[in-house]
């Protein structure tokens, strides 16, 4: 049985249950904060790594947890930031922008399950090429659905600064799956 939020914080806050708490946090978020991450970072191993750091962190610095946002949005903040961090640092393991992007793309192609179509594939070469914030926003509110409200929370940028970047993004998205696709 999952737990509530609620639940969690009141484990995470005590010494003494602080170990329960963790796991019930993580049984509830660990797939939702997989998959984010995971498409940010594409290969298994990596997201993998990524998410047990942000679980880590989580636990160090629960008392920074100020409850004014959702648990899931202060995990989701962690877990963004900590893939991030693991992008720049295989970005700097390529020779430039482009290499890195083309790097990216060639990691879709070599870690896409091998029943997915054609259009996924496509679609996720495509979220590569965006610039990151472009990309931060398009992960989070097409894949997890989530408010502009709460993306800006997670993002730390404005409402509409979020909302012209999906936008933007969609475009762009558009635009290369058009000139990509075979027909």
């Known amino acids: 049985m999952k737990l509530t939020d609620k639940e969690i914080i009141m484990l995470m806050s005590q010494s003494q249950t602080s170990e329960k708490g963790l796991r019930a946090m993580m049984d509830t978020y660990q797939s939702r904060l997989y998959w984010h991450v995971r498409r940010l970072i594409v290969q298994h ?4 790594d ?5 679980f880590i962190k989580a636990f160090q610095n629960f008392a920074q947890f100020k409850n004014d946002s959702q648990l899931y949005t202060w ?8 893939a991030l961090q693991q992008l720049a640092k295989m970005k700097k393991m390529q020779k430039s922008d482009e290499d ?10 070599d870690n896409a399950d091998h029943n997915a179509e054609e259009i996924q594939i496509l679609l996720q070469k ?12 398009f992960n989070i509110r097409y894949y997890d659905e989530l408010p502009f409200e709460e993306i800006s929370k997670i993002l730390d940028m404005s409402v509409s600064t979020c909302k012209t970047n999906y936008h933007y993004s969609k475009e762009k998205i558009e635009n290369y799956i058009r000139e990509n696709h075979e027909l």
Do not use: G, S
């Open 100 to 109: 890195a992007e083309n790097h990216m793309q060639r990691l879709v192609a």
């Open 126 to 137: 495509a979220i590569q090429t965006l610039p990151e914030k472009q990309k931060l926003v």
């Open 50 to 54: 990524v998410l047990q750091d942000t």
């Open 75 to 82: 995990l989701y903040r962690i877990a963004t930031n900590e």
């Open 45 to 48: 191993d990596v997201a993998q």
